[in-house]
T-cell receptor
Framework: AQKITQTQPGMFVQEKEAVTLDCTYD???????LFWYKQPSSGEMIFLIY??????QNATEGRYSLNFQKARKSANLVISASQLGDSAMYFC????????????FGGGTRLMVKP | DADVTQTPRNRITKTGKRIMLECSQT?????MYWYRQDPGLGLRLIYY???????NKGEISDGYSVSRQAQAKFSLSLESAIPNQTALYFC???????????????FGQGTRLTVV
């Protein structure tokens, strides 16, 4: 079974609008962390935001927030006030405490921001 | 200079050739990883190393080997390249010390490999 599932291969959003990128995960480990990375067309991987399984509040970093619903095993990324520079691939990833230090990635969502 | 440096950035090679991708880091991290990225599949782990004497296979290690020459250096080899190894390859590092669970992995710029 897939550990990280991103069901939206591609999405469009109008500039200045908010957009939600979906991520669901599968783990039986009570201690885990969830990460979002951005990959622009240049190819580098840029860390955006982190949410720990024991964190009581949803993580926020500037225009990025993580809608963490633990019971539903979802960790959706919300980008507010989209900008043209937000056009990129976005990857959700998970690190499990009992699985060592490696990150397991989803298949990614390509976001395209329309002017 | 980048904290995690991969060489080469782009490479075209022929089927059957041996090729090495190199990674060096200045983060001082003990943990290093090699991933490959294919469209629609995200990043998949090839090999990882928690220190110089510790090498572990990841999800898709067949056809690959690695060498951890020093804490800062981790190379990936394709012993006999085949076309379905055409992909974007990433090296990454992370800390294994306090607070490691919530610390992000740092990635190199990627190596685009084409096997013809």
């Amino acid at each position: 079974a897939q550990k990280i599932t991103q069901t939206q291969p591609g999405m469009f959003v109008q500039e200045k609008e908010a957009v939600t990128l979906d991520c669901t995960y599968d783990t039986s480990d009570p201690s885990y962390g969830l990460f979002w990375y951005k990959q622009p067309s240049s190819g580098e991987m840029i860390f955006l935001i982190y949410q720990g399984s024991y964190d009581q509040q949803n993580a926020t970093e500037g225009r990025y927030s993580l809608n963490f619903q633990k019971a539903r095993k979802s960790a959706n990324l919300v980008i507010s006030a989209s900008q043209l520079g937000d056009s990129a691939m976005y990857f959700c990833a998970m690190r499990e405490n009992n699985a060592g230090n490696m990150l397991t990635f989803g298949g990614g969502t390509r976001l395209m921001v329309k002017p | 200079d980048a904290d995690v440096t991969q060489t080469p950035r782009n490479r075209i090679t022929k089927t059957g050739k041996r090729i090495m991708l190199e990674c060096s880091q200045t983060k001082g991290h003990d943990r290093m990883y090699w991933y490959r990225q294919d469209p629609g599949l995200g990043l998949r782990l090839i090999y990882y190393s928690f220190d110089v004497k510790d090498i572990n296979k990841g999800e898709i290690s067949d056809g690959y080997s690695v060498s951890r020459q020093a804490q800062a250096k981790f190379s990936l080899s394709l012993e006999s390249a085949i076309p379905n190894q055409t992909a974007l390859y990433f090296c990454a590092t992370s800390t294994g010390t306090g607070g490691w669970m919530n610390t992000e992995a740092f990635f190199g710029q990627g190596t685009r490999l084409t096997v013809v």
